[in-house]
């Protein structure tokens, strides 16, 4: 027995050495996001706040312990290049991967498919959106292909928009969609509705996910159902989010520590009201439960329960928008033309007409549903009279004026309890430093029991919020330094992290999201040095009607409206100053002709001397004009009058090119005006190897050589 005893006690102390050793070993759960905020669109309205609501998920991700990447105002080409390092960084990841996605800005549907729209996309007609903007399923595929533990791809992008007006119209919002296996996709609003432009300094969905996302013990499910009850209520009922779930396993983000306090409500409470029939709960808590469900069959118990409730309405257009959404997206699936034609009879003046139209021309198809054809079986009914009003909208959205619904009553403390104090005012973020950067707002920390899972493995070092998760942090845009102050108020400022080794000159090395590598790259090759000193990379040519880098403006063409004039050409040729490092370089010019940057004065009706070659196939290309140094920049004043011209040779007697130009050609003497009307010396020798152009010293003052026909001559 004492024997027995002994190894007992033995097993159990080296099971409880295993149990106490199991979360550091257990660090294997990687958490990876990509997060982008489009706001600054040349086309369709610029954005208030995609760009802050990117950089406050973001944020918050960092917190929850992931590896973030993130960038705002991306252009088409830089749009494609973040989603695919992604995908190869997910690849890479294993299969103990969490990968998020969140992108803000234009959204549209098109044909069953949603695009995310970069900032320098000119989509002027439906057929544009493919070429123009991203599709998402080209990337949430080979994602959810990847077998994850979880993906999240959320679409904050259902906004009114002016794109595609010309050809055939375009269904408003997003469209309904299947997630793949193990992965979870999200919407700002519900299916074939859009959500209206924020009005402070974040978007109601963003503020709302970003809350939920810190809650504690909360499943992603869960997360996303209470966002829509808390964007519901801040919007008045203007906002519905939409999400659907395909995740295998439970992920939560952040953990409830063991000494944290009792909700207000207990689980086991929330779980009897939600097990309730719909006809025994309040108005109120009906109306939550149902939204919290956001199933048609849930929304269709409600308004079996209270058909004249002042929700009623409301319910009835959110019913209506699903079941076309559902009925679309069957319709999509089958892709034939019997199927489109089904889709015309029960929707004869539906959002997605002009789609089914398309499809049928693909098919060379009629539009018009023939007299006999085999109908699709739905899944569900066909609408009701009743809801054909709110599907006949081009665009819907729940605070249409037209419908007047009645605001939504504040949801029950049993299905959402108020928000953190944190969480009532959102102050902005300071203003945005560096190309494509997202904005960094102040970080308010979790609270003391909530924090995320031991089994994360710790994010990037330069992830700040996650090793002060519990403290207030403020990151300054302009210094690069950190300060953070504790629980007990005590400050520590932190100085700029190093750039990650072997990343390119000028890579932004900060405290907030990495840049995606093709993002950071571009954004190296276009940031200038300090004070333009030597060596920096020159930035890219700013092309008038072109966004600006970084910044998705477009600079106005010369003499358009709100442009600078057209510059006057100059009386006499200038030899420009040097440009800056980081300018923009002046265009090639085309052969033969001088660039822009350097233009010659109109040649005189006065003949000038030709430079003939000595041989046909010893043609000098032109002298490069000697560039002063940029610190002694001068202005060019009125250049004196040129002197009269000597009295010109005969054609066959032609002044030969100097044998040696002189190595600094600045600032030669002038000639002597007798010198021209000299014969020209015989000369024996044979011309240099590589003739050069006669240099600027070589031609009378206010006069560059320059080369025409293949002869060098003086204007």
Known sequence: MPGIRTLTAFLLALGALGFSVLPGAAQSEKRIALVIGNAAYQAGGALNTPANDAGLIAQTLQAAGFDVTGARDLDQDSLRHAFRDFIEKATSSGPDTVAFIYVGGYGLQLEGENYFVPVDAKIAHDSDIPSEALRISDYSRPLGALKLKA???????????????????????????????????????????????GAGPYG??????????????????????????????LTAGAEIPWNASKLSGTVVLFERTADAPPPAVSPEQTAAIRARPVRELSPPEAYALAL?????????????AYPDDPMAPRVRAIVAARREAITWRRTRSIDTAPGYWSYLRRYPEGPHVGDAHRRLAYFAMAADPPAQFTPVDYDVPPPPPEEIVYVRRPVLFFSDPVFAFAPPPPPPIVFLAPPPPEFVVLA????????????????????????????VVPPPANNVIFNNVHNTVVINNVTNTVTVTNQAGRTTTLPPPAPPPGAPPGTHAGFGPSLPPAVAQKA??????????????????????HPTPGTGHALPSPGAPGAPPKPAA?????????????????????????APAAKLAPAPATP???????????????????????????????PPPPPKPAAAPPPPK?????????????????????AAAAPPPKVAAPPPPRPAAPAAGGCPPGKTAAVVNGHHTCK
Not at 212 to 227: K, N, W
């Open 204 to 233: 109601p969905y963003a503020q709302a996910l970003a809350e939920m996302l810190r809650e504690g013990g909360l499943p992603l499910p869960g997360v996303f159902e209470r966002a829509r009850l808390r964007v519901n209520e």
């Open 151 to 197: 993906s999240v791809i959320v679409l904050d992008a259902a906004r009114a928009n002016s794109f595609a007006q010309g050809g055939t119209p375009l269904a408003g919002g997003l469209a309904l969609v299947d997630p793949d296996p193990g992965v979870l996709i999200a919407f700002n609003s519900a299916p074939g509705t859009v959500a209206p432009e």
């Open 292 to 304: 919290e469900r956001d199933t048609l069959d849930g929304y269709n118990e409600f308004l079996v």
């Open 570 to 594: 100059p009386t006499a040729a200038v030899t420009p100053p040097a440009s800056p490092p980081g300018a923009p370089k002046p265009p090639t010019p085309a052969p033969g002709k001088p």
């Open 608 to 638: 000038k001397p030709v430079v003939a070659p000595t041989t046909p196939s010893a043609v000098a290309p032109p002298a490069k004009p000697a560039t002063p140094p940029p610190a002694k920049v001068v202005t060019p004043t009125a």
């Open 524 to 545: 190296a090759l276009q940031t200038p040095g300090p004070s333009g000193a030597p060596g920096a990379p020159p930035g890219p040519a700013a092309t008038p009607g």
């Open 654 to 674: 032609v002044a030969a090119p100097p044998v040696a130009p002189p190595p600094h050609p600045a600032a030669p003497p002038p000639p002597k005006p007798a």
């Open 428 to 455: 902005p973020p300071p203003p945005v430093v560096g190309l494509f950067v997202l904005p960094v707002p102040i970080y308010r920390p979790v609270p003391l029991w909530v924090a995320p899972p031991r089994f």
